[in-house]
């Protein structure tokens, strides 16, 4: 059974932005089945108990990542590069790289993460840039950026570090690579299905996800697959709450014990819900499907807060 079937949005990832509020980004149906790429960020009080429109656009909108800083800062992007920024003074637009030789060359934009000081976007072609003021972005992909003389499929779906001075990006062909004393380095790895997230814990300490139900743990150039039998479904996404690895498939959660074994999370809302994109911050975890938005402050009891549904 499913409570999601007459939901008229669809919604593509989510961002604990606070204690207090969630963010989403969502499309109508309607809308999409035309053509339309309009999209919207959607924000959740939670002392309201309610959703509130916070910018709506006429582009196709993927990842948001929030910068708290003097001024606190959304940022939203999509596949083609287009970036929205919404603070307290209003709303404002930039591409990361609107030139011949980037996005439109290489191919869209996948992720979008917060790295030491500076936000990062990686995709298609292992494009990674780095914003360094309003409306600059560099490339910081020079030993791995695809030359135009390949012309198989290669590209970073995912991206992920604790500082600026080591980062790693995971995509196409199983691909590991890592940034490292301001170069890039191709790792060993034990897989070439498509991997889809990284997600760094430590300094010896990174998991890696993907399709047929990959699950890699390791550090710099030494991994090893993490052998399970619960799933072959695709692994989108992974977070870490309360000292735990959390997964998600479209449909499902997992959690990741400390002697590896892995679990289905029982979310025990009496329906089946759509999920695959997770995030963490401030003691909330919010997992996001494309038809049902969830949270929990435990990993226990979770709370079903689909606009439509509350």
């Known amino acids: 059974m499913t409570n999601s079937k007459n939901n008229p949005l669809s919604f593509v990832s989510g961002y604990v932005q606070d204690i207090e509020h969630i963010l989403v980004t969502a499309q109508i149906?309607?809308?999409?089945?035309?053509?339309?790429?309009?999209?919207?960020?959607?924000?959740?009080?939670?002392?309201?108990?309610?959703?509130?429109?916070?910018?709506?656009?006429?582009?196709?909108?993927?990842?948001?990542?929030?910068?708290?800083?003097?001024?606190?800062?959304?940022?939203?992007?999509?596949?083609?590069?287009?970036?929205?920024?919404?603070?307290?003074?209003?709303?404002?637009?930039?591409?990361?790289?609107?030139?011949s030789k980037g996005i439109s060359l290489h191919g869209d934009i996948r992720d979008l993460e917060f790295i030491g000081e500076h936000l990062y976007a990686t995709g298609m072609g292992r494009q990674v840039y780095r914003s360094v003021g309003d409306d600059h972005w560099v490339h910081q992909d020079l030993g791995v950026l695809q030359h135009l003389s390949i012309t198989e499929v290669t590209?970073?779906?995912?991206?992920?570090?604790?500082?600026?001075?080591?980062?790693?990006?995971?995509?196409?062909?199983?691909?590991?690579?890592?940034?490292?004393?301001?170069?890039?380095?191709?790792?060993?790895?034990?897989?070439?299905?498509?991997?889809?997230?990284?997600?760094?814990?430590?300094?010896?300490?990174?998991?890696?996800?993907?399709q047929q139900g990959m699950l890699l743990v390791g550090a710099k150039n030494q991994w090893k697959i993490i052998e399970h039998d619960v799933t072959k479904d695709q692994i989108w996404d992974m977070e870490w709450f309360?000292?735990?690895?959390?997964?998600?498939?479209d449909t499902c959660i997992y959690r990741l014990h400390s002697d590896q074994t892995l679990e289905l999370v029982d979310i025990n809302l009496g329906y089946q819900i759509t999920c695959g994109f997770l995030h963490a911050k401030d003691g909330l975890m919010v997992a996001t499907g494309r038809k049902d938005i969830v949270w929990t402050n435990d990993g226990v009891i979770w709370q079903d807060i689909t606009p439509g549904r509350i």
Request: glycine fraction near 8%; hydrophobic fraction near 35%.
């Open 242 to 249: 309360h000292n735990s690895l959390y997964l998600t498939t």
């Open 155 to 210: 590209g970073f779906n995912s991206i992920d570090g604790l500082d600026e001075d080591d980062i790693y990006a995971v995509g196409f062909y199983g691909e590991i690579w890592q940034f490292h004393k301001q170069s890039w380095q191709q790792l060993e790895s034990p897989t070439n299905v498509i991997l889809n997230k990284v997600k760094v814990i430590g300094k010896d300490l990174v998991y890696v996800c993907g």
């Open 29 to 99: 149906d309607e809308l999409a089945e035309v053509g339309e790429p309009d999209s919207f960020v959607l924000s959740w009080k939670h002392s309201d108990y309610k959703w509130w429109e916070t910018c709506d656009l006429e582009w196709s909108v993927t990842r948001i990542c929030v910068f708290s800083g003097q001024t606190e800062q959304i940022f939203a992007t999509g596949p083609l590069g287009r970036v929205v920024i919404h603070e307290n003074n209003g709303m404002r637009e930039e591409d990361i790289d609107s030139s």
